[in-house]
């Protein structure tokens, strides 16, 4: 099983310019998020997706947007990209939403990251 | 929004030492779990605590919840160079959400 993929791995983008970040899971999760990682901050959630055609808003959703038209994949589009969005960003996949009772032994799966820079 | 700080941010030991790394909150959780991340690659979850005043093993770490639920440690025993990472902490409620923590970032010097 490949688990949650993300493409690309790294990113250079000018102020201004936009961009989606690719993910796609092969596990048949329902539960699909996107975070971002700033030094000395851990993972702040950014959105996040209960199904396909379900999305919510996390903590900083600001300046992002996502869809979810299929179960597989939870693309994220910056529309304008800022300096600020400089940061490392994860998704990751679960078959439990975090808070159930069913999450419990379901942990959320990682993909490997994607390093964006802003000029 | 619900912070979870962590303590402390940066723990630099040498191996054969122990140490504890605490996660607290003001806020309950249904749930808390503990994560490990290496450079380059995404979280991988250790342990999930559930009940209050859980105590759970896997080897050397030995995690705890605290009563209320709302704040828990991790503590290893005989540090080992290969526990060196950054241990990010996590609480989930009933809003679908997984809160972090800032992350302890942990070093062990053979």
């Known amino acids: 099983n490949a688990g949650v993929t993300q493409t690309p791995k790294f990113q250079v983008l000018k102020t201004g310019q936009s961009m989606t970040l690719q993910c796609a899971q092969d596990m048949n999760h329902e539960y699909m998020s996107w975070y971002r990682q700033d030094p000395g901050m851990g993972l702040r959630l950014i959105h996040y997706?209960?199904?396909?055609?379900?999305?919510d808003q996390g903590e900083v959703p600001n300046g992002y947007n996502v869809s979810r038209s299929t179960t597989e994949d939870f693309p994220l589009r910056l529309l304008s990209a800022a300096p600020s969005q400089t940061s490392v960003y994860f998704c990751?996949?679960?078959?439990?939403?975090?808070?159930?009772?069913?999450?419990?032994?379901?942990?959320?799966?990682f993909g490997n990251g994607t390093r964006l820079t802003v000029t | 929004t619900q912070l979870l700080e962590q303590s402390p941010q940066f723990l630099s030991i040498q191996e054969g030492e122990n140490l504890t790394v605490y996660c607290n909150s003001s806020?309950?959780?249904?749930?808390l779990q503990w994560y490990r991340q290496e450079p380059g690659e995404g979280p991988v979850l250790l342990v999930t605590?559930?009940?209050?005043?859980e105590v759970k093993k896997l080897k050397r770490l030995t995690f705890q919840f605290g009563d209320a639920r709302k704040d828990s440690s991790l503590h290893i025993t005989a540090a080992q160079p290969g526990d060196t990472g950054l241990y990010l902490c996590?609480?989930?409620?009933?809003?679908?959400?997984?809160?972090f923590g800032g992350g302890t970032r942990l070093m062990v010097k053979p």
């Open positions: 990751a996949s679960s078959n439990a939403r975090p808070g159930r009772t069913s999450s419990y032994n379901s942990p959320l799966h």
């Open positions: 996590a609480g989930a409620n009933a809003g679908n959400m997984l809160t």
């Open positions: 806020s309950v959780f249904s749930s």
């Open positions: 605590v559930v009940t209050g005043g």
């Open positions: 997706s209960v199904g396909a055609g379900i999305t």
